[in-house]
């Protein structure tokens, strides 16, 4: 369980920093939760990216042993609350729960990809997925442990 939440907190995390300011300036007032198409759109996302992760050999490793509806639970409580929702993330800090596990940047990436399939695989638009990952972004130095 720790090893799922910690790389797919740390995915969405790093995608979601990477675009805030791009997206920021169309959003016109309405907020990324909002944009997305609120918690049943982010909970849609979240199920198809931790589909595409327990596919992927590069990482699925990671969540062996990972309690999966929990981790779903952490992510798309993360996402909504970053996104500017209504929810809130309970979970541990993203240093903490990568702590010990040795995620590269080639596993990070690899979650990385994952996310964005899952944002396309649901015709998130660019804007919106170019914020999302922008406020993700960020937690990569959380939880990448090998350079």
Do not use: W
């Amino acid at each position: 369980m720790k090893r799922l939440s910690m790389m797919s907190v740390a995915v969405m995390s790093v995608v979601l920093t990477a675009g805030a300011a791009t997206a920021a300036a169309g959003a016109k007032g309405k907020s990324l939760y909002d944009r997305l198409g609120g918690k049943g759109a982010i909970t849609a996302v979240v199920d198809t990216f931790v589909g595409n992760v327990g596919g992927d050999k590069r990482i699925n490793g990671y969540f062996a042993t990972t309690d999966i509806p929990k981790l779903k639970m952490h992510l798309v409580n993360q996402i909504c609350e970053a996104a500017g929702g209504p929810c809130t993330y309970t979970g541990r800090t993203m240093k903490q729960t990568h702590a010990g596990m040795g995620v590269d940047e080639a596993a990070f990436n690899a979650l990385v990809e994952d996310l964005v399939k899952a944002l396309d695989h649901h015709k998130v638009g660019k804007a919106e997925k170019d914020e999302l990952l922008g406020i993700l972004g960020p937690m990569k130095s959380d939880i990448v442990e090998k350079k």
